[in-house]
Structure formats: C-alpha cells, structure tokens
C-alpha cells in the first residue's frame, strides 16, 4: 500500500477538498399526479410507474 512520504500543507488538502461539491437531486413531475418524483422511480405520492399503479408505494403512502 503506498504510504505519502510528507505531510500535506492545508493549503494543499483545502484545494484538494474543494473540488467536492454537492449537486440539488433532479425532481420531475408525475405525469398521474403531477407530484414531484425522482426519476425513474415510482412516485411516492401516487405510486404510478410508467403507466402502471404499484400497491406497495400506494400502501406506504396510506400509511404515513
């Protein structure tokens, strides 16, 4: 396993370290309920997936 040979400078690790940076989720809109939803993902409120109702997601929905 390679093992660094000196310390690394803050300076160096914050440069490094700002290149991570976090991105807002992509939300689309249900074409059923027109709920915001992830895509390619069964809509949370209604449970519809590409033209097709699921029970589970309907189910969790109920319940909460």
Not at 23 to 31: K, Q
Request: net charge positive; glycine share 4%; proline share 6%.
């Amino acid at each position: 396993m390679a093992v660094p040979k000196r310390k690394m400078s803050r300076s160096n690790t914050r440069a490094r370290r700002s290149q991570w940076k976090t991105t807002a989720t992509t939300l689309t809109s249900c074409p059923t309920c027109k709920a915001d939803k992830l895509p390619h993902a069964a809509c949370p409120s209604c449970g519809a997936y590409k033209g097709r109702a699921y029970a589970e997601a309907v189910r969790g929905e109920l319940a909460n």
